[in-house]
């Protein structure tokens, strides 16, 4: 195809000339593509599934985000708000980092509103996106992976921000539910992975961001020692939201795992010859991270490069398992982003006199691997598939009925400009 490059070597723009972006993704990334030939004829078959089992979505949330899908101009394209939705999450914990960096202390408490807010403007968005692609007739795989990978950043970062404003810290507790959150959300994936869909269950993604405005709410009221009120007799608010948050995870990751094992794929599948191959990425994820929490001081010290660090890398390898489930091939397990982490832990083992250094460069690192990996996956569909990523190129669905025009069809390119000839003729 005119305008990409197979094989080792650049990616060209659409107008054939580098730019100063593609060439720094080289120079960390040696496949000039994400995806093959035939993986890109798989995609071309791929459609998004889901359960969702919220009765808060159901007959709450759902109303009132279609309502506020309506109010949304139909010249704005879904990924557009992804986009705009990852940016709130990044502002507000970027500001909350900047007073709390070890994930304690307090913040002025105008920041926690922020958070709250910046929250529920992400969750809005999040899920209005996919309503706007139906809404205008553009919903992608583009769209589906740009969803998906945003929410897989957003996961750390909200858990960075929530930590922090129970004032909870570095210490153990914290890792164990930053840890087991991040894992749930891979589990999630490969549940995806293998079943051919994601599952929400009664209690899920919504509620647990609801719980999170909370958090922020109260400690924005009353500050972050709130959480040390103690209730239940010598238990505090703390050790309750806690205890809670590692029950709801681990409940998550369980039904994940039932699901993985139990499904009854058809023998042959892909699906059933693979299904416990992406337990190699996420077990040496888990080894390698516990291998730094214990042998440095990383953790204590630079808690929120840390915490960044690890979930950026976690974000690489879902987005690998992503990927593959859209492409419907083999998952690679082994990543440079891990690779990175790995060296990361040999040279704490080494000497610990730069270990600050370290974190600083394997985090520019991994963060470049990730939005490399991103901007060559979206880069290649974008010219496979003729799609725009941030914009509606053509009159939609909606805008073409807004015009009285009766027989839109599905609201394609292809029907406008027949409706459009025949206007002429």
């Known amino acids: 195809m005119p305008g990409i490059t197979r094989g080792p070597g650049a990616i060209a723009s659409p107008s054939g000339a580098g730019s100063m972006v593609d060439k720094l993704i080289l120079y960390t990334e040696s496949e000039a593509t994400v995806f093959t030939a035939l993986e890109i004829q798989n995609l071309k078959a791929h459609r998004y599934q889901s359960q969702d089992g919220s009765y808060l979505n159901k007959y709450v949330m759902n109303p009132y985000w279609n309502t506020v899908v309506s109010y949304v101009p139909t010249w704005v394209a879904p990924n557009v708000l992804t986009l705009l939705g990852l940016s709130s999450i990044i502002l507000s914990t970027g500001v909350l980092m900047y007073y709390c960096p070890t994930l304690s ?20 968005l999040d899920a209005i996106d996919g309503k706007q692609a139906k809404r205008t007739n553009t919903g992608s795989v583009i769209g589906e992976l740009m969803d998906h990978g945003c929410d897989s950043i957003t996961t750390i ?8 404003a129970i004032d909870l810290g570095a ?13 749930g959300f891979y589990l999630a994936h ?24 909370l958090v922020h709410i109260l400690t924005g009221f009353f500050g972050p020692d709130v959480w040390k009120t103690q209730v239940f007799g010598t238990a505090s608010l703390r050790a309750c939201f806690m205890t809670f948050g590692i029950v709801f995870v681990m409940v998550s990751i369980m039904r994940s795992l039932r699901n993985v094992v139990m499904h009854e794929a058809p023998t042959g599948s892909l699906a059933n010859d693979s299904r416990y191959e992406p337990a190699a990425a996420i077990l040496a994820f888990v080894a390698i991270v516990s291998g730094l929490m214990l042998s440095c001081d990383l953790w204590e010290e630079r808690t929120a490069l840390f915490c960044w660090c690890i979930g950026i890398v976690n974000s690489k390898i879902v987005c690998r398992l992503i990927v593959s489930h859209m ?10 982003s891990l690779a990175c982490l790995m060296l990361l832990l040999a040279s704490t083992r080494m000497s610990s006199t730069n270990d600050h250094v370290s974190l600083q460069l394997a ?7 990730f939005v490399g990996f991103a901007w060559r996956a979206i880069k290649q569909l974008s010219l496979e598939f003729n799609i725009p990523v941030l914009s509606i190129p053509y009159p939609n669905i909606a805008t073409l009925k807004e015009r009285g025009v009766k027989d839109v069809g599905m609201g394609s390119k292809e029907s406008y400009f027949t409706e459009a000839s025949h206007k002429n003729k």
Request: glycine letters at 8%; aromatic letters at 14%; a negative charge.
């Open 157 to 164: 970062l909200t858990l960075m921000g929530t930590v922090a």
């Open 363 to 369: 985090s520019v690192y991994v963060t470049v691997q």
């Open 105 to 124: 202390g307090e913040a002025p408490r105008w920041v926690y509103f922020l958070c709250a807010i910046c929250l529920h403007v992400y969750q809005t």
């Open 190 to 213: 490969w549940n995806c992975y293998v079943t051919g869909g994601l599952e929400f269950g009664i209690v899920d993604v919504t509620e647990a961001q609801m719980q999170m405005m």
């Open 327 to 336: 492409a419907k091939t083999r998952m690679v397990s082994w990543d440079k």
């Open 171 to 183: 210490d153990f507790g914290s890792f164990r539910l930053i840890m087991a959150t991040l894992v």
